[in-house]
């Protein structure tokens, strides 16, 4: 929610690894250096005892080397009256020198089991992450940096850079195939608390989940009941729902057609005592992560029908810009009740992946007006750009090509074509892979993403969007930190119809948030994200109780009620045929038919109250929170 957002939160996790000590850092050279400095001290004294002191010549040089080797096997003579004392101490610190690097070396062979044993004694206290990429390296650090559970990782690729580096920062690495049941039980999945299946192959993933949950319905119930007693002491509860004591197993999925496929699938709705699974749409999530601290609404707010329309620029056509044009459909509905424009600036060779979006969302155009372009963003020209805007200009650019090199460029070419076309600012959001050099060369080059835009440079405004480091995180995939408002919605939702005698036989949706099916969480979920824009188009904003602004009255007036009733309307309209509703007489879920998809005008005056107690609940969900409606720009540090 605005206000308690921390976008600086990225500096923490840009800390890296923990600074290793140094003795770490320089150990065998400091161990090398004690031998050399052991066995000179024994030459040294041995010179003095057996050549000095007998100048008989009995004793050779050989015999000094041979005699000062022998004191780091623990042969050296027991009588050693008389020696001086640096052949004393070379006597005692030589063995001292073999018997370290011995027991490093035997060390070296147990440490894996010994490490693996030790989860025993850690049960419910660490966490299993399978296949190391860019995103299970980034949770995985983040749970070494800012948890106290232990970390265990899989990765079938000994030479894995990320994973030498998790191990080096105290994870317990396993190489091995994750689908191997042999490889989950030894690294103790059975007792772990989460489990993140992060590899590239989606069918390993499955598998590996399978095998998981298989694992668990072992357990004897005794068993189960003490894992459950250690997950108590340790687990915070979510809100008003008590925490999961069982594993819980987050799967990583990219493309929204597996997704799709995935979420209906039976198994994916397991949430018993034991396992819990739950999908993750990396591409969704960083959508709607970008659209909560980057919504369009933030560096243009269209508040009637006076002002400029909304007009988004997508540049590029991947997997991230397919979502953010949902988000925008979805969210970029405001007051002046015109639908959002989006243009789109790609390569030809999209059009093919065009087609089929398009497809798969047939009314898309019901929802924004969208325009495809197929031109190389890198190479337009002066007039070009000011063709493209001739019917309206651009309010907010979001740049999401492949290459973060090509994508930093594009932006900064844009932005310099529309100076020189003397155009209006338009503000640029660079969404960064992180996935190759540049990520490291310029990491920390960015500023962290602000809430108030009016402090980017007219020049050049231009944001840098760090999506991994931004989103994967334990708040946002474990904790669900997005979902905070979804959430409230549909738990206010529950107890007001527990209130009017429903219950979970005659309501579906009576049930805690955890075992809802994706379809409603989503529903919630959308619902939630426009409140931050309802509040904006009025002026407000949502501060946490403790804040010096004073709390103000919302809606504040019947007529500004009424306008976000229709517009809540609208975005439901939107919600319902993005999802694949049409009109139809009777509602009928089978074939996808609903009566409501109607303008305001024709609804009945029910169904408008309906709209009306969305909007007056706005406060009280936002107490529930800890939050309240105050006025934007009314916080010293806004």
């Not at 190389?376 to 750009?385: H, K, R």
Request: proline residues 5%; negative net charge.
């Amino acid at each position: 929610m605005p206000g308690v957002t921390n976008p600086s939160h990225r500096a923490e996790h840009n800390l890296g690894k923990k600074p290793a000590s140094f003795f770490s850092r320089h150990e065998w050279t400091l161990v090398g250096m004690l031998a050399v400095g052991a066995f000179l001290l024994a030459c040294l004294g041995y010179t003095q005892v057996m050549l000095l002191s007998n100048p008989d010549g009995s004793h050779t040089w050989w015999d000094v080397v041979y005699a000062s080797l022998q004191l780091f096997v623990f042969e050296g003579p027991d009588a050693t009256t008389g020696w001086p004392l640096h052949l004393q101490v070379a006597r005692a610190l030589a063995p001292m020198i073999l018997l370290y690097t011995a027991a490093k070396a035997v060390w070296s062979q147990v440490d894996h089991q010994v490490s693996l044993y030790w989860l025993l004694s850690r049960k419910r206290r660490f966490v299993v992450i399978c296949g190391i990429g860019e995103t299970g390296f980034r949770i995985a650090r983040d749970y070494l940096l800012n948890s106290d559970k232990g970390v265990v990782v899989i990765d079938n690729d000994p030479l894995n850079p990320m994973v030498a580096e998790l191990k080096h920062m105290g994870a317990i690495t396993v190489h091995g195939n994750a689908m191997d049941p042999l490889v989950l039980h030894d690294t103790r999945v059975v007792y772990a608390k989460e489990l993140f299946l992060c590899t590239s192959d989606d069918k390993a993933n499955i598998a590996i989940a399978k095998a998981a949950e298989r694992l668990t319905r072992r357990l004897k119930d005794r068993e189960v009941k003490k894992l459950d007693q250690i997950a108590e002491r340790h687990e915070q509860p979510v809100g008003t729902e008590s925490a999961h004591l069982g594993l819980r197993c987050f799967m990583c999925v990219d493309t929204p057609d597996i997704y799709e496929v995935f979420s209906a699938h039976s198994f994916f709705e397991t949430n018993s005592p034991r396992f819990a699974i739950r999908l993750f749409n990396r591409r969704e999530t960083f959508a709607r992560n970008i659209f909560q601290l980057c919504a369009p609404d933030l560096y243009h707010r269209p508040v009637d029908a006076s002002c400029e329309p909304m007009h988004v620029l997508f540049i590029g056509f991947t997997a991230l810009v397919r979502e953010l044009i949902i988000q925008t459909a979805l969210t970029a509905h405001y007051t002046d009740f015109r639908l959002p424009r989006a243009t789109v600036l790609c390569s030809p060779e999209r059009e093919e992946e065009v087609g089929r979006f398009l497809y798969r969302y047939p009314h898309l155009a019901k929802t924004l007006e969208i325009e495809f372009i197929y031109a190389d963003p890198l190479t337009i020209d002066e007039d070009y750009w000011r063709q493209i805007q001739a019917q309206s200009t651009f309010k907010v650019c979001y740049v999401a090509m492949r290459q973060d090199v090509e994508g930093i460029l594009c932006a900064r070419r844009l932005n310099r074509l529309r100076r020189l076309a003397k155009l209006p600012p338009l503000n640029f959001v660079v969404c960064l892979n992180q996935q190759n050099f540049l990520a490291e060369i310029i990491d920390d080059d960015f500023e962290p993403i602000r809430e108030n835009k009016a402090r980017l440079p007219v020049h050049e405004p231009i944001e840098y969007f760090e999506i991994l480091d931004e989103t994967l995180t334990i708040d946002v995939v474990v904790n669900e930190a997005l979902d905070l408002m979804a959430r409230t919605l549909h738990n206010d939702y529950a107890r007001t119809q527990i209130a009017r005698g429903e219950n979970a036989g005659n309501n579906a949706s009576l049930i805690p948030w955890s075992e809802l099916p994706a379809h409603k969480k989503r529903a919630n979920q959308r619902a939630a994200a426009h409140i931050d824009i309802k509040l904006r188009l009025c002026g407000c904003t949502a501060y946490s109780e403790l804040a010096s602004a004073a709390e103000i009255a919302f809606p504040p007036d019947a007529s500004t009620l009424e306008q976000l009733a229709r517009l809540e309307h609208h975005r439901w309209m939107a919600d319902k045929y993005l999802a694949g509703y049409s009109y139809g007489e009777q509602r009928d879920e089978d074939q996808m038919l609903h009566p409501d998809l109607v303008p305001w005008e024709a609804l009945t005056e029910a169904d408008k109250e309906k709209d009306r107690d969305n909007i007056r609940r706005i406060p009280a969900l936002l107490h529930l929170q800890q939050l309240k409606v105050c006025r934007l720009g009314s916080r010293n540090d806004d």
